[in-house]
């Protein structure tokens, strides 16, 4: 049973980061360059680690599959980062980041992790204008704010519909300054296939070469992972398709827990499935739900016919009809979940019938078309580019779509999971976002966490490393993790099967999201827990991969990450039907209020599940860190 | 891509480059694609012709591509003789293939350049565009050091223009574009961006003169004002960024020849 200690400071939560940043042990300036940190991934959290640890001393070496590190998915995040800089005067502060990110999360976060993430945001847009991040300014030449969900203030920066673009450029930037120095050794089209355990300790990890199939043992005194979420278990999503759970699952399975992995986000308004071929959703910006209506037919005969035939006494406008206060403004979860029904009562729009209007005509009658244009122009287009319709003259359809995955493998207060010297950050960790994540906040979390968190937290478990006990490569332990995926590598390719990996990843997804999607229940979740091991059974007898091992090898590497994917999806239901209440993104059909919000029982689930892995064939095992809300009242959530 | 709606299928010809390895004989080679929903994306079609192809005992093609949205330039195709294909500021990705006739032969070549070989396919390697970012393209910033972000006003003109250079997504499709393969437009849009910022001044000459010296030791080739590459790129980054860079060029190249560096001065770490 592994050890769950948060390791969270005593005292006050404004003064626990403070304070613990005194009290933890430092690495000697001379000494940090005897210590060897390997960082894999280079999205927001990794590449601002990488070229902070670096700056630091540290000796860095950075693993990406990606071809560069520029390519990482943060790279598609549009709408902004949260940051409590109150520089619009409205009341923002520290607190009320905190506050909001807390109740945003449905009270499934710790306290004093989302206070440090809040004191953090500050320092973060300072560093990134430092860097030349182009943020939004105004005619003044200060910077310029806009509102997100979830808050009663303006506190998100924004570059155009490019945030995460622009902050990742400039940690990219950063990292190559570094590189350039001779201070991070990069590897890119590097993938890490295990994490490499000495004496109980992550000491290393084992990387095929992308290009050309070489299988690689790398040490170090430290691992850091930044690998991003896991939300393609779904297979189709607002990720990019490269985006895999494969570092954090193997970790697992060496024995890092897994903590809350049930909680995904489902985003409303992303342009729908239009056939069996779609590897992609994209997500269309929410703000469009303040001028459009949303409306199925009444009548399901009417669903396949041209919307604008449609009269208005047959249209429901489902949202304004169940939640008239709130209208086509209900929170992201609930919006989505009343188009899922609404569609599997077979009223959805479009040839998949997976689909609602968003509509704007009325808003073009009241406004005019220029000013819709002038508001949601950008949108309209990435909709028509897309579609080949016009949103100005026939409503656009919209399905929500998987988008963020809060959960993640556990840490502590330190960043640093239960393997000692195994460090977790950005949306591969579990720690700030609770059962929901806010707007603008993901990318907050990553930068904090490697900008501001880690270069001091690992200091901590270095310092009782000793310089130069970096176990050698060809130790027994990397020999037998280099052997072991050599071996799943061959047998891969020896089974030449009947299917390619991808008719595995769509069933896979299509059980995923019928099971442990928007709404789950007992049955559903049973259902799915069911039909996946047949599926795994399936896959590993019957799975086609061509090709050889030793080239560049697009179906290997999907077949590896499809076959961690059949294994995390069922843990994911697992803990989906073993979390029985609903919280955020987690949203059991059988507990809920009458207005359908979520109804949480903290009597017996104010807890972080972190669940341990106990062999190839046993059930994992679940433990639970309580969660001690001393500072804010947990309450119902309430956006009304 | 933008066309208009139809709802006709289609069936095409893929005439694609296939090259087992870096430095192995390539060739085009034909494949039939039948009854494509014209609202699929082209990287979509691509998967089903590679479904069809292993089903069939064959390698599929390799392609690169990730956030299939325009943003991460990932993917890298020529598409009938043009980077990223038919139609103005899209990438490969976003090409759809209602931008097809039934019937169309459609050839699809890697990004052709000296400085990016092809590893697989439709794969070439571009680490000489991070080689030249390395070499000079950051605003050195240790972190903790900042600044309030508030206490250094920028004209909202220069942000602006600093983040139309910024949208580069380093794809390269400007280098494929140009009869030179230059990397003329790539670093423009780079030495731009950060030279429009007073964050950017310190290091502006230094920066401009590594990140060329870089470019030409690479093997890109020289700019002769063609624009090729300003009509491939998938964000519209304008050629009028070139001008600038030649302007901070040669201001940099002037001043370095008669102000001795001081030293220790490398601007390293
Ligand atoms: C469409 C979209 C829009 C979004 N918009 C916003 C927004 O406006 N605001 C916001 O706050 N958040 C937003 N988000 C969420 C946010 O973008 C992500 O949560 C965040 O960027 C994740 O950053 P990361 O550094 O943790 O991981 P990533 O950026 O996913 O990076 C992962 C890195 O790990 C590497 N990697 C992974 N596995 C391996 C392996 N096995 N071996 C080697 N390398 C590996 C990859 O190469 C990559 O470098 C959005 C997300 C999406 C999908
Ligand atoms: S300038 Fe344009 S074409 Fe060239 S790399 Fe940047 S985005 Fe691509
Ligand atoms: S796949 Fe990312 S830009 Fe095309």
Redesign the pocket.
């Known amino acids: 049973m592994a050890q769950l200690d948060s390791k969270i400071p005593s005292g006050p939560l404004a003064d626990k980061w403070r304070k613990h940043k005194t009290e933890i042990k430092l690495v000697n300036p001379a000494n940090k360059r005897k210590y060897e940190i390997i960082v894999v991934g280079a999205g927001l959290a990794g590449s601002s680690a990488a070229a902070t640890l670096a700056e630091l001393g540290y000796r860095v070496k950075n693993f990406v599959f990606h071809d560069s590190p520029r390519r990482a998915h943060s790279i598609a995040a549009q709408g902004g980062i949260n940051a409590a800089k109150n520089y619009q005067n409205d009341g923002d502060s520290v607190y009320r980041l905190f506050y909001d990110t807390i109740k945003g999360g449905d009270y499934r976060s710790r306290e004093a992790n989302v206070h440090r993430l809040a004191e953090v945001s500050v320092n973060i847009i300072d560093q990134c204008v430092a860097q030349g991040v182009p943020f939004a300014r105004e005619y003044g030449g200060l910077l310029a704010n806009r509102s997100f969900g979830g808050a009663q203030v303006s506190r998100t920066f924004y570059a155009r519909g490019q945030t995460g673009q622009q902050l990742l450029l400039g940690a990219y930037s950063a990292l190559s300054r570094m590189v350039g120095a001779g201070a991070v050794e990069l590897h890119t089209q590097s993938e890490m296939l295990d994490l490499v355990i000495v004496g109980g300790q992550a000491k290393g990890i084992i990387a095929r070469d992308l290009v050309t199939g070489a299988i690689t043992s790398h040490a170090a005194d430290a691992v850091v992972l930044a690998t991003g979420g896991y939300g393609n278990v779904f297979n189709l999503s607002t990720y990019a398709r490269g985006s895999n759970a494969t570092a954090i699952w193997r970790a697992y399975k060496r024995g890092a827990c897994f903590a809350n992995p049930c909680y995904t986000q489902i985003h409303p308004t992303c342009i729908p499935v239009s056939g069996d071929y779609q590897s992609k959703l994209t997500l269309m910006s929410e703000s469009l739900r303040n001028d459009g209506r949303i409306w199925v037919p009444k009548k399901k005969e009417d669903a396949k016919k041209d919307p604008n035939s449609i009269p208005e006494a047959d249209r429901d406008y489902y949202l304004e009809r169940m939640y008239p206060s709130f209208g086509n403004l209900a929170p992201r979860d609930i919006a989505s979940r009343a188009a899922k029904r609404v569609c599997d009562e077979g009223r959805g729009a479009g040839a998949s019938g997976l689909g609602v209007y968003l509509d704007f005509s009325d808003a073009i009658k009241r406004l005019g078309e220029a000013a819709v244009r002038e508001r949601y122009g950008n949108l309209f287009d990435i909709y028509h580019e897309i579609t080949a319709e016009s949103g100005y003259q026939t409503p656009m359809r919209i399905y929500p779509a998987v988008h963020y995955t809060m959960g993640g493998l556990w840490v502590d207060y330190n960043l640093m999971s239960n393997v000692p010297g195994l460090f977790v950050l950005g949306e591969a960790n579990f720690s700030d976002h609770g059962a929901n994540r806010l707007g603008a906040s993901a990318l907050m979390q990553g930068l904090g966490d490697g900008y501001f968190v880690i270069p001091y937290t690992i200091g901590d478990y270095l310092a009782g490393q000793k310089p130069g006990s970096r176990p050698s490569t060809d130790s027994a332990d990397f020999k037998a993790a280099e052997a072991g995926i050599r071996g799943m590598t061959n047998r891969f390719l020896d089974i030449k099967g009947k299917q390619p990996v991808s008719h595995f990843h769509k069933r896979l997804g299509k059980v995923m999201w019928d099971g442990c999607g928007m709404a789950r229940t007992k049955a559903t979740l049973e259902k799915a827990l069911r039909e996946i091991p047949p599926l795994r059974e399936e896959f590993w007898a019957s799975v086609l991969v061509p090709g050889s091992a030793d080239t560049l090898n697009q179906s290997l590497e999907q077949a590896g990450r499809v076959a961690d994917f059949l294994e995390l999806g069922e843990l994911l239901c697992l803990d989906a039907l073993t979390r029985e209440e609903s919280c955020g993104g987690h949203f059991r059909e059988e507990h809920q209020y009458p207005d359908g919000e979520c109804k949480r029982d903290d009597e017996k689930f104010a807890h972080v599940a972190a669940w341990e892995f106990q062999g190839k064939d046993k059930a994992p095992l679940r433990n639970t860190e309580p969660l001690n809300y001393e500072f804010v009242k947990m309450s119902v959530r309430n956006y009304k | 891509m933008v066309a208009e709606n139809t709802t006709k299928n289609l069936s095409i010809t893929l005439r694609v480059w296939r090259q087992a390895g870096p430095n192995q004989p390539g060739k085009f080679v034909d494949y039939q694609s039948k009854d494509l929903n014209p609202n699929m994306s082209f990287l979509e079609m691509l998967d089903v012709v590679n479904d069809e192809l292993t089903l069939k005992g064959e390698e599929p093609i390799a392609f690169a591509h990730d956030c299939r949205e325009g943003i991460c330039?990932t993917c890298s195709a020529t598409i009938n003789g043009k980077?990223?294909g038919p139609g103005k500021g899209v990438?490969t990705c976003q090409v759809y293939m209602r931008a097809f006739r039934d019937g169309d032969v459609i050839t699809v070549e890697p990004f052709r350049a000296a400085a990016f070989p092809i590893i697989k396919d439709l794969i070439v390697d571009r680490s000489a565009?991070d080689k030249i970012q390395q070499a000079g393209g950051f605003i050195t910033a240790r972190t903790g050091s900042a600044p309030d972000a508030n206490a250094l006003p920028v004209p909202k003109g220069d942000a602006d223009l600093a983040m139309d250079a910024a949208?580069?997504?380093?794809?390269?499709?400007?280098?494929a574009?140009c009869k030179n393969a230059s990397?003329m437009?790539?670093v423009?849009?780079k030495v731009s961006h950060f030279g429009l910022l007073p964050q950017g001044q310190a290091e502006r000459d230094r920066r401009v003169l590594a990140m060329v010296s870089t470019m030409d030791a690479l093997g890109f080739g020289n700019c002769t004002n063609q624009y090729e590459?300003?009509a491939?790129?998938?964000?519209?980054?304008t050629h009028d960024f070139i001008a600038r860079l030649n302007r901070d060029y040669l201001g940099a190249t002037i001043r370095h020849a008669f102000k001795p560096e001081p030293a220790g001065a490398d601007g390293g770490t």
């Open positions: 330039g980077a990223h990438a565009f949208a580069c997504i380093g794809c390269g499709a400007c280098v574009a990397a437009l790539f423009a849009a590459c300003s491939a790129c998938p964000k519209l980054i």
